[in-house]
Nanobody
Framework: QVQLVESGGGLGQAGGSLRLSCASS????????RAWFRQAPGKEREFVAA????????YYSDSVAGRFAISKDNAKNTVYLQMNSLKPEDTAVYYC??????????????????WGQGTQVTVSS
């Protein structure tokens, strides 16, 4: 059984920063990519950022590019999301995801095999 556990969410202020972590545990698996998605109340889950596990290539949604940074620690099998210049519209539940198969795209939620339970991020104005 693979588990992804997010941490680091909470309350932030507009213009401030938060850092999310996603650690994997349980059965070891070979990950092709790890990603962060988010879901705000009344909205669909949306792609935020992704990183290819081998190459380290990163991808971002237009709404967070230049403000958020995804990174990884191979030894700890952990992915991070550094969120800077926070905006109230960043308020959402953030989910980390991992997949084992290689696809060209990294933005489709249905291509990910494992999901964390989510961590709430609330940004006040």
């Amino acid at each position: 059984q693979v588990q992804l556990v997010e941490s680091g969410g909470g309350l932030g202020q507009a213009g401030g920063s938060l850092r999310l972590s996603c650690a994997s545990s349980g059965r070891r698996f070979s990950s092709s990519a790890r990603a962060w998605f988010r879901q705000a109340p009344g909205k669909e889950r949306e792609f935020v950022a992704a990183i290819r596990w081998t190459s380290g290539m990163t991808y971002y949604s237009d709404s967070v590019a230049g403000r958020f940074a995804i990174s990884k620690d191979n030894a700890k099998n952990t992915v991070y999301l550094q969120m800077n210049s926070l905006k109230p519209e960043d308020t959402a539940v953030y989910y980390c995801a991992a997949r084992t198969r290689a696809y060209l795209s990294v933005r489709r939620a249905d291509e990910y095999d494992y999901w964390g339970q989510g961590t709430q991020v609330t940004v006040s104005s």
